[in-house]
């Protein structure tokens, strides 16, 4: 069901989120208006070490890294009539990647927070979850490594309550274990992924572009 921007306004509010916030997610009306949103938010590089913040903390701060982004696409999506489902990915040696996904028309696409090229939108056009994370598998990378290895069924914020992801003042942390330790999948077997191929000096030359540069620390 895709709602009206009165009744998106609405259901923000009944979320928990201010009535500035509730606005500013009501007036984006479709899943790519959410990905340029999350993707104008400054990068979270969590100088004060690691966070894990709600919707509304996202959106009061105005900078976010891969998984409160997530939680404010959920948000954004579930105010327009979409589930607010987001998916882990899981790799080996490197960070884990969280991004929310959705579904049109019988196809999966994704929205996603990156300072990096690679790790970004997705349109709606995988027919399965495992498609979609397959999508990501040669751009998902530490050093000359592929690392992506596993990843999550789709994870309903629904299941939780408003106050645990939407308008939490605190870390959510209690939703970002229950993803980790949720089902997940491989993406590859072991014998595949010792004949990875290593990446050439033109993609580690990419890697070096990035959205929003990471403060040096003040020295004396």
């Not at 939407?166 to 089902?183: F, H, M, P, Q, T």
Request: hydrophobic share 35%.
């Amino acid at each position: 069901m895709k709602r009206s921007l009165k009744q998106r306004i609405e259901m923000g509010r009944k979320m928990g989120l201010t009535a500035s916030a509730a606005r500013t997610l009501a007036r984006l009306k479709s899943p790519a208006d959410v990905q340029d949103f999350v993707s104008s938010l400054k990068m979270n590089h969590e100088p004060g070490g690691d966070t894990c913040r709600s919707a509304a903390e996202v959106l009061k701060r105005g900078e976010a890294h891969c998984i409160e982004a997530a939680f404010v696409a959920a948000a954004a999506l579930w105010m327009m009539g979409y589930p607010p489902l987001l998916m882990d990915m899981q790799a080996k040696g490197d960070h884990d990647h969280v991004i929310c996904i959705f579904r049109e028309r019988g196809h999966w696409g994704a929205i996603s927070k990156s300072n990096h090229v690679w790790l970004r939108w997705r349109d709606p056009i995988y027919k399965t979850p495992r498609e979609l994370a397959l999508s990501y598998f040669h751009e998902y990378t530490k050093g000359r490594k592929k690392t992506l290895r596993n990843y999550s069924v789709p994870f309903d914020l629904r299941r939780y309550k408003d106050h645990e992801w939407v308008n939490s003042k605190e870390d959510c942390w209690d939703i970002a274990g229950a993803l980790d330790e949720g089902r997940h999948y491989s993406l590859v077997t072991t014998a595949q992924a010792k004949k990875l191929r290593l990446r050439d000096m033109v993609e580690m030359k990419a890697d070096k572009l990035t959205q929003y540069k990471k403060k040096r620390k003040k020295t004396a």
